[in-house]
C-alpha cells in the first residue's frame, strides 16, 4: 500500500521544539525528493522544506536556521526537526513526494505553538 503517515505533532509553547517523522511504504524511498508543507487556518499551504534524494536541503525563510529536514532511508522516513517554535509556526503539516508524476500526500499533523 502506498502511503506516508506523518506523526510527532502537538502543543508546545513559543520557544519550544518538535520533530516530526513522515514514514512511507510502497515508494522507492531513496530515489524520491521529500518534502514538509504547512497550511494555517486560512491561508494557503506552503512549502518549509524540502530535501533532495542525494540530501540537499532547501528551506522557506520563515524557517531557515530554525528548522531542519533529514532523511533515513533505512526506515523510509523523513523528518522535521523544528526548533525556537514561534506561534506563527501553528499549522497543520504534510510532507510530500511525487508518485509517478502526481503528488502523494500524508494526512496531515496538527501543530500547536501556544504564546
Known amino acids: 500500500q502506498v502511503q506516508l503517515v506523518e506523526s510527532g505533532g502537538g502543543l508546545v509553547q513559543a520557544g519550544g521544539s518538535l520533530r516530526l517523522s513522515c514514514a512511507t511504504s510502497?515508494?522507492?524511498?531513496?530515489?524520491?525528493?521529500m518534502g514538509w508543507y504547512r497550511q494555517a487556518p486560512g491561508k494557503q499551504r506552503e512549502l518549509v522544506a524540502v530535501?533532495?534524494?542525494?540530501?540537499?536541503?532547501n528551506y522557506a525563510d520563515s524557517v531557515k536556521g530554525r528548522f531542519t529536514i533529514s532523511r533515513d532511508n533505512t526506515r523510509n522516513t523523513v523528518y522535521l526537526q523544528m526548533n525556537s517554535l514561534k506561534p506563527e509556526d501553528t499549522a497543520v503539516y504534510s510532507c510530500?513526494?511525487?508518485?509517478?508524476?502526481?503528488?502523494?500526500w500524508g494526512q496531515g499533523t496538527q501543530d500547536t505553538v501556544s504564546s
Open positions: 510530500d513526494t511525487r508518485y509517478y508524476g502526481d503528488d502523494l
Open positions: 510502497g515508494i522507492i524511498f531513496y530515489i524520491n525528493a
Open positions: 530535501i533532495s534524494s542525494g540530501g540537499t536541503t
